[in-house]
């Protein structure tokens, strides 16, 4: 949790935009850059708490490997938007150890419930992450190249992260749950992207 919270997690992957070039960005556009990649971040430190929680708790030996192949992907993932944030010149979100634990906990009971239902939780997490994130790139400054393909490679992994979840014999959830979980998501992104 702690090398999570501080990030202290390097990338294993080269990040997606490290040769491209962002100098001709405006400087509000630089700031809304930050908040989008803020929020991004905020979504890994809480994949990370997931994936952590739904793989200790979970009843299986091969759902316990898949968590943990998943999480060190998403590390990856928490670097590079933590870089971003920092080239931007803005912060992280303050908030940081809370959104950690709150979803530690949504983890918890996911996996308590069941491991189809904790895979049924992440295939509901990564449709609304990639919905998340496809909005982003709608959102993301023309000329911020180096967010746009650190968001565009975050989105395939989290596809295939479904899939992936999906094959193992994910249960759909209830729609009380996945508006929960919709509502959950937009406090998040709302107090993140400012601080």
Not at 97 to 120: I, M, N, Q, R, T
Not at 148 to 159: F, H, N, P, T, Y
Request: charged share 20%; aromatic share 6%; proline share 3%.
């Amino acid at each position: 949790m702690l090398r999570v919270v501080v990030g202290a997690i390097p990338a294993t992957r080269d990040n997606p935009g490290r040769n491209l070039n962002d100098s001709a960005m405006l400087s509000e556009d630089r700031q809304h850059s930050a908040g989008l990649m803020r929020v991004n971040h905020v979504g890994e430190i809480c994949a990370q708490a997931l994936y952590q929680s739904q793989g200790f708790f979970s009843r299986s030996a091969a759902l316990q490997q898949q968590f943990a192949e998943a999480g060190r992907e998403e590390e990856d993932h928490l670097a590079w938007t933590s870089q971003r944030v920092k080239e931007l010149d803005s912060h992280l979100s303050i908030f940081n150890p809370l959104w950690y634990a709150g979803a530690f906990v949504c983890g918890v009971v996911a996996a308590k419930v069941g491991d189809a239902a904790s895979l049924g939780f992440v295939v509901e997490t990564e449709r609304q992450v990639e919905a998340h994130l496809n909005s982003h790139l709608a959102s993301l400054p023309v000329a911020d190249a180096k967010s746009r393909a650190i968001v565009v490679q975050m989105r395939d992994d989290e596809i295939a992260h479904g899939a992936a979840a999906q094959a193992l014999g994910a249960a759909e959830l209830p729609e009380a749950v996945k508006k929960l979980m919709k509502g959950m998501a937009k406090v998040m992104t709302t107090v993140a992207y400012h601080m």
